[in-house]
C-alpha cells in the first residue's frame, strides 16, 4: 500500500497498542445481540475494573481483524480502494486510498488519507465522482510537521481547499473557490482568538472545467477540526475545557452532516475518521433501536475499512460518548436498579480515560495548533 501505509498509519496511531495483547484473546466474532441500553450499561460499567474491560474488549477486537485481514474469506472479498472510470472499459484506482463505508439504513461515509500534493488530484475527483456534500478534515494542513522524528514532506496533508473570500484554488480540472470560511469556537459562536476556535467551517463552490463534459458548479460544506492530535482524542479546549465537554462539540460538528454522501479524512483515514464514523453508526442505532453494541460495529465498520478505530482510548471513548447520550436523552435514569448512580459510573470512566492516556503520554498534551502554509 502507498507509503507502507501512509507511514504505518503515521505517528502514534502506530505505537498505541494496548498493553495487553500479550493476553490470551477469542478468535471468534464479536458481533452478538445487541444489548438494550440499560443492561449494556450494567455490564459494562458497573463492574468493579470497567476500564480495563474496555480495553480487554478492544484487545479482543484488534485480534478479531486480524485473523479476518489473514484469512481465505477475507482474500476472495478483499476490500477495494475506490476506482475512477477513465473509459467504459478502463479505471483505475484512486491514490487516496478510499472507501465506502455504508450505515445499516444505506447512508454512505467515504474514507480517505489526507490529500498530500500528490494525491490531491485525486482527492478532488473523489469528490466529484462520488458527488460529495460534506467534507469533514480530522487533521489540519501541515499537522505531521508537530512529529518531525517520523515526517515526511511528500506525505503530509497540504491545504487543500482555499479559506479566504473569493479565493480559487486549482486542481484541473477541478477550481474550488471559497465563499465563506469562519472559525468556530462552537457550532453558533465564531472567533478570532486562536485559544477558543476548535475548527474552521468553509462553504466551497466546485466547477468542473471539462468543455467536451460540461456540468453545473457544486457546493458542500468542509469542516476542519484543529484540536484533535494523532493517535489520541479531541483536546479539552477553551471553553470546552473537559474531554466530555470537546465531545459534546464533536457530536455537533456530526449533526450538520446531511443524508447525502459524507468524506472524512484524518492523515491515514482510519483512526480519527474511524471514530467518527462509529459515532455516527452507534447514536443512529441508539437513536433508532434503544441498542448499543460498540464491538459489533466497529468490527464492520472494519470489514469496509480496515484498521478503522486504532486504539483502547478511541474505543473507550466512543463508549462512554455513547453512554453520556444515552444518559441526556434518558435511556438511563439517574439509579439503575435502586443501586447504581449512573452519573458516577460515567465520570469514573472518564477519569480512568484521562489518567490512562497522561500515563502513557507523560503528562504530555500535545496541543493541535493549525501550522501555516509554507509558501512554496
Known amino acids: 500500500m502507498k507509503g507502507k501505509l501512509k507511514s504505518k498509519l503515521f505517528a502514534v496511531e502506530n505505537k498505541t497498542e494496548s498493553k495487553h495483547l500479550g493476553k490470551q484473546k477469542t478468535k471468534s466474532s464479536i458481533i452478538r445481540k445487541d444489548m438494550k441500553v440499560e443492561h449494556w450499561f450494567l455490564t459494562h460499567f458497573s463492574i468493579s475494573d470497567a476500564y480495563q474491560s474496555f480495553c480487554d474488549e478492544f484487545d479482543t477486537l484488534e485480534n478479531i481483524t486480524n485473523d479476518w485481514l489473514s484469512s481465505i474469506d477475507h482474500n476472495h472479498r478483499a ?14 484506482t484512486l491514490k487516496v486510498n478510499a472507501q465506502r463505508i455504508i450505515r445499516q439504513d444505506g447512508k454512505i461515509y467515504l474514507a480517505c488519507e489526507g490529500p498530500n500534493r500528490i494525491t490531491v488530484y485525486d482527492f478532488w475527483t473523489l469528490v466529484w465522482q462520488e458527488n460529495v456534500k460534506t467534507i469533514m478534515s480530522m487533521n489540519f494542513p501541515y499537522e505531521e510537521r508537530l512529529y518531525p522524528n517520523i515526517y515526511q514532506e511528500n506525505q503530509e ?19 474550488i473557490l471559497c465563499i465563506s470560511s469562519f472559525m468556530m469556537a462552537d457550532c453558533e459562536n465564531r472567533t478570532n482568538d486562536k485559544n477558543e476556535y476548535i475548527y474552521r467551517l468553509t462553504k466551497l ?7 467536451i463534459d460540461q ?11 484543529f484540536r484533535w492530535p494523532d493517535g489520541r482524542l479531541p483536546l479539552p479546549w477553551g471553553k470546552q475545557n473537559t474531554l466530555a465537554k470537546a465531545a459534546n462539540t464533536l457530536l455537533e460538528i456530526l449533526l450538520m452532516v446531511s443524508d447525502n454522501v459524507t468524506l472524512i479524512h484524518c ?14 453508526f452507534a447514536m443512529h442505532q441508539l437513536k433508532n433501536l434503544q441498542t448499543v453494541n460498540i464491538g459489533a460495529l466497529i468490527e464492520k465498520i472494519r470489514q469496509q475499512r480496515p484498521h478503522a478505530v486504532m486504539n483502547r482510548w478511541q474505543y473507550v471513548y466512543i463508549n462512554i ?24 459510573l460515567i465520570n469514573k470512566l472518564w477519569i480512568n480515560l484521562k489518567n490512562d492516556m497522561n500515563k502513557s503520554f507523560a503528562y504530555r498534551i500535545v496541543s493541535s495548533i493549525p501550522i501555516k502554509n509554507n509558501p512554496k
Open 267 to 280: 492523515h491515514a483515514g482510519r483512526g480519527r475518521t474511524g471514530v467518527l464514523i462509529a459515532l455516527d
Open 205 to 211: 463552490r466546485i466547477q468542473y472545467c471539462n468543455p
Open 157 to 175: 496533508t497540504i491545504q487543500y481547499w482555499p479559506i479566504i473570500n473569493g479565493k480559487i484554488y486549482n486542481f484541473m480540472p477541478f477550481k
Open 215 to 225: 456540468q453545473k458548479d457544486r457546493f458542500l460544506t468542509h469542516v476542519c477540526y
Open 79 to 92: 476490500v477495494t480502494f475506490i476506482q475512477h472510470s477513465i473509459s467504459t472499459n478502463l479505471s483505475r
Open 321 to 344: 460518548i455513547i453512554a453520556e447520550q444515552a444518559y441526556r436523552v434518558g435511556y438511563l435514569m439517574d439509579r439503575i436498579n435502586g443501586r447504581y448512580i449512573t452519573r458516577q
